[in-house]
């Protein structure tokens, strides 16, 4: 069974929060949606609200899901989901640093692979 990885859009307003990746080496320095891996008992929703407080320092509620699954390799499973920002501060706590970007912005960005698949249905949230 495949391993579901969970990453959150946290949108305001015209902008995305985007990260830029830290590790590993391959696909440091690349930009992504921030999250991680659900474990074994967590929901989905409980994992993104966990991933995303252990990685930005924030509390979120999350919403719809967004875009399709994306596979990585044989045993995993990215699938995003909308987020709101409830409460907390934002900080990189794990990432290299943590931008705002605008519908123009996505395509220059150097992402990480699998993300990518979901930049359409991004544009569409951000307004473009």
Avoid: C, F, N
């Avoid at 590790?23 to 994992?47: F, S």
């Avoid at 990480?112 to 569409?124: E, G, T, Y």
């Amino acid at each position: 069974m495949s391993q579901i990885v969970v990453a959150g859009a946290l949108i305001s307003g015209t902008s995305l929060l985007v990260a830029q990746r830290r590790r590993p080496p391959e696909l440091a320095g690349r930009w992504e949606l921030p999250g991680g891996k659900v474990t074994a008992g967590e929901t989905e929703a409980d994992a993104l609200v966990r991933e995303l407080r252990e990685e930005l320092g924030v509390d979120v509620v999350v919403g719809e899901r967004l875009g399709v699954d994306v596979p990585i390799g044989e045993s995993l499973t990215l699938r995003a989901y909308l987020v709101t920002q409830t409460g907390g501060v934002l900080h990189p706590h794990d990432h290299r640093a943590l931008r705002w970007v605008r519908a123009d912005d996505l395509l220059t960005l150097d992402w990480v692979p699998a993300d990518r698949s979901w930049l359409p249905d991004l544009a569409k949230h951000l307004g473009a």
